[in-house]
């Protein structure tokens, strides 16, 4: 654990295995405390972080001094547990986290990354080069919880998988947006699913929406928005298997109704 009650940056470093068991054992626990003014939090793990345990988290920022958060992994985190998280991050002002890494997370109510904050104030969260996975159980890859507020943006840039087994892409109510000015791929490469996005979509001008088609089966990746989705860059096909008749699949639902600004097809 770090704690920071002066100011300055905080930068964690982890280059061996870490192993933790048991109910709301962290992994990495970085605080910077209210009275703190911290400029920026930095984690970055090269290391495996091997975790079971309900409400505990892999790496999680308790970010009191309003610094922005970045939190870079060149291995794979995996968590599994009841409320577990494979990165939490609560902020009592409005900052900027920034994420790099594959996340995984397994179990009720789960979440790859879990942001809570205040009603108050809004955040912005960015994935580049990102895999965040919710898999059974009711687990999300991406939750603002009820305490962060309305207004949150998630901004995607790289190449980003987002995708739920049971849960949602993204959960976080009224008010939320999504934001992609990457490669969103709901289920991966080759890997046909479907996710939920509780929140707006946005596609920027320079994203691309990756989409798998399998003709053998009639399968598709397939993206459900609840509120709005507005449309621009392109969408990539790949079919990684079948040949033959036209078929016709839906890949995008927006229950809010969508917005086409421009998008195109590529495949």
Do not use: H, Y
Request: include cysteine.
């Amino acid at each position: 654990m770090q704690k920071n009650i002066g100011s300055g940056d905080i930068e964690i470093k982890a280059s061996n295995t870490i192993r933790t068991k048991g109910t709301q054992a962290e992994g990495i626990l970085v605080q910077a405390t209210n009275a703190s003014t911290v400029n920026k939090i930095s984690v970055s793990s090269a290391s495996g972080i091997l975790e079971t345990g309900s409400d505990s988290s892999r790496i999680e920022i308790e970010n009191g001094g309003a610094g922005s958060v970045e939190i870079e992994t060149t291995r794979e985190i995996l968590t599994c547990g009841a409320e577990a998280n494979g990165i939490k991050v609560s902020n009592s002002d409005r900052s900027d986290t920034a994420i790099r890494g594959s996340i995984t997370t397994e179990g009720s109510n789960a979440s790859s990354v879990r942001v809570a904050g205040s009603t108050f104030n809004t955040f912005t969260v960015s994935f580049t080069e990102t895999t965040v996975q919710g898999g059974t159980g009711e687990s999300s890859a991406v939750r603002f919880s009820s305490d962060s507020g309305t207004g949150n943006v998630l901004e995607m840039s790289g190449e980003v998988v987002l995708s739920s087994q049971c849960g949602s892409g993204v959960f976080g109510g009224a008010g939320n947006t999504l934001t992609n000015d990457g490669v969103l791929s709901p289920g991966g490469r080759e890997s046909i699913a479907t996710t939920t996005v509780t929140d707006q979509l946005v596609q920027g001008e320079s994203s691309s929406f990756a989409a798998d088609l399998d003709l053998d089966t009639g399968a598709a990746d397939r993206l459900n928005v609840t509120e709005t989705a507005t449309l621009d860059g392109a969408v990539g096909v790949n079919v990684p298997s079948g040949s033959g008749c036209t078929q016709q699949f839906t890949i995008l639902s927006a229950a809010g109704g969508t917005t086409n600004e421009g998008v195109t097809l590529n495949g």
